[in-house]
C-alpha cells in the first residue's frame, strides 16, 4: 500500500475537494488513461486494488503509472465512543481526487487491452471514470 514516509502533521482537517482538476488532467507518460469524472477521496487500499486489478489483466504485460498519491491522513473514533474528548486517530491515507485528474496511465499494450485492463480497475474505485487517450495516439 501507498503511505508516505513521513508527514509535517500527524493529523488535518477535512477540507474542501470541490471544482475540476486544473493540473494533471491529461495523459502525460503512457498511451491511454483513466480520468475521474467526481470529486473524492480514494484510499490508499483502493488505488493498490485497482494495481493489481490492472497488472493482473495485462500479465505484466506494457508500463503502469499511478498518477495519484494519498498524503491526507483520515482519522477516525473508536467504536462506542462518547462525542468530544478530540480529534481520533489516524486511521488510513487517503488521496484527493478532483472531477477531471487522470488517475492511472498505462503504455505499451493495445487499446482494447488496455480499455479492459482500465474497467477493471474503474469496478475498484469509489467515483465515476472515463477512459482517455493520448492526444494524437
Known amino acids: 500500500m501507498l503511505v508516505p514516509n513521513r508527514t509535517k502533521f500527524r493529523k488535518v482537517r477535512k477540507g474542501r475537494n470541490d471544482g ?14 483513466l ?8 484510499t490508499s487500499r483502493q488505488i493498490e486494488a485497482a494495481r493489481q486489478a ?16 494519498p498524503h491526507t491522513p483520515v ?5 462506542d465512543v ?4 478530540g480529534k481520533g486517530n489516524p486511521e488510513y491515507f487517503a488521496a484527493k481526487v478532483q472531477a477531471g485528474t487522470v ?9 482494447d487491452q ?19 487517450t493520448k492526444e494524437g495516439v
Open 103 to 111: 488517475m492511472f496511465e498505462i503504455g505499451g499494450i493495445a487499446e
Open 20 to 33: 475540476p482538476a486544473t493540473s494533471n488532467n491529461f495523459v502525460s507518460h503512457g498511451d491511454f488513461g
Open 114 to 132: 488496455a480499455r479492459e485492463a482500465m474497467r477493471l480497475a474503474a469496478h475498484k474505485l469509489p467515483v465515476k471514470t472515463r477512459f482517455i
Open 82 to 85: 462518547k462525542m468530544g474528548g
Open 75 to 79: 482519522t477516525k473514533k473508536p467504536q
Open 54 to 69: 490492472m497488472t493482473r489483466y495485462t500479465k505484466r504485460g506494457g508500463q503502469i503509472w499511478i498518477k495519484i498519491f
Open 35 to 42: 480520468q475521474s469524472l467526481e470529486n473524492e477521496r480514494i
